[in-house]
């Protein structure tokens, strides 16, 4: 008698975008206008300078969007507010109170009015419009609740439903993850959200615990191997649920202080993509379209050897492009396969006895 021994094929490695799409909501309670508004103004270059290399190497990419730039207008944005917000205990972190200050529409207030961006991202195949919370809201900071939580996600999910988008995924501002509201999540139709790197200096915090000798070790570890290669496996991502793809590296900014450095940084990333390629695992990117709101030609020729370092892996071992939306889409549909499988073998026994 001959046992046929099924061999499984190898799982490919993936390659994973997200990008935190924010304009001045991300950082208006870190840096003034008159500081970083040349790089917020800069996107409106950025997004589809990146879109065309997107669709020239079949890039999947989510667009991690804040709330309220689904609004086109000021009336718009303030008829979505939710009502239950967060009471921050420093007041500077909340964008409501910076909304009387705001233009009208984004023709004359492009610093926080993007919908024609938005509309670009949306119209190019591949990429994949998730949330950045409604309001970019911190999860970890004090005075912010469960509750104000729930309302804020659910004011994001409604405004995009109201332009016919579902949105599935989910990057918490500031990468403040915190794990009791992950059920709220799963609630609102989230199954998948962008955690952090697995090394100490990479740990959860709000604004107050941002120590400076963990902003020193993020830094070196941008050159120089601090924390390892942060890829993960599907089988470990696919234990819980909503699925957490973590962040692997954040994509640094071309800078022209650090330019000598420029091919350390290089290589920690393109050593990353080929670990995850060669071992079927995830490797996970990211940054800020106003990362390359300033020196976007530097900025662009840095993503173009990025996409060309993708292609060449594409070729070699099949790696594969995919949006957070779509590696959780795989682990629901092979999990589903799972329990048909499962369910298939008990029916024939069954049926043997």
């Known amino acids: 008698m001959t046992t046929t021994i099924e061999v499984m094929p190898r799982e490919s490695g993936k390659f994973v975008i997200s990008l935190d799409f924010e304009l001045n909501w991300g950082v208006r309670d870190q840096q003034t206008l008159e500081q970083y508004g040349t790089n917020i103004l800069g996107v ?8 065309d290399v997107f669709t020239e190497y079949g890039l999947r990419v989510t667009w991690a969007t804040v709330g309220f730039l689904f609004c086109k207008t ?22 409501y109170l910076a909304l009387d200050s705001i233009g009208d529409d984004e023709a004359t207030d492009p610093y926080h009015f993007g919908y024609s961006l938005l509309e670009q991202v949306r119209h ?38 109201e332009h016919d988008l579902e949105l599935r995924s989910l990057v918490f501002p500031r990468n403040q993850y915190n794990p009791a509201y992950m ?20 740990k959860e915090r709000n604004e107050k615990q ?24 599907l089988d470990e991502i696919a234990k819980s649920f909503p699925y957490n793809i973590p962040a692997s590296r954040f994509l640094r900014p071309w800078s022209r202080r650090f330019r000598l450095l420029e091919g350390l940084r290089m290589q920690r990333i393109l050593r990353g993509m080929e670990y995850a390629a060669q071992h079927g695992q995830v490797f996970h990117l990211w940054w800020h379209p ?64």
């Open 44 to 51: 409106r270059q950025a997004i589809p300078a990146m879109l």
């Open 74 to 95: 000021k009336p718009d944005l303030l008829a979505h507010l939710p009502v239950v917000r967060p009471n921050y205990i420093d007041p500077n972190l909340s964008p």
């Open 124 to 161: 190019t195949p591949g990429q994949e419009l998730a949330t950045h919370t409604f309001c970019h809201y911190y999860c970890l900071e004090q005075g912010q609740t469960s509750e104000s939580f729930r309302h804020d996600l659910q004011a994001a999910i409604d405004v995009a439903q």
């Open 183 to 202: 059920g709220i999540c799963e609630e609102v139709g989230i199954t998948s959200y962008r955690g952090n790197e697995s090394s100490w200096i990479y």
């Open 210 to 233: 941002q120590a400076l000798y963990k902003r020193g070790a993020r830094l070196i570890d941008a050159y120089l191997n601090m924390s390892g290669v942060n890829c993960y496996s």
């Open 290 to 353: 106003h990362n390359f709101g300033v020196n976007l030609i530097e900025n662009i020729a840095v993503l173009r050897q990025i996409a060309e370092h993708f292609r060449w892996l594409q070729t070699r071992y099949g790696m594969e492009s995919l949006s957070m939306g779509n590696i959780a889409e795989y682990l629901q549909k092979r999990q589903q396969k799972s329990k048909d499988s499962v369910g298939s073998l008990q029916n024939d026994q069954e049926q043997q006895a």
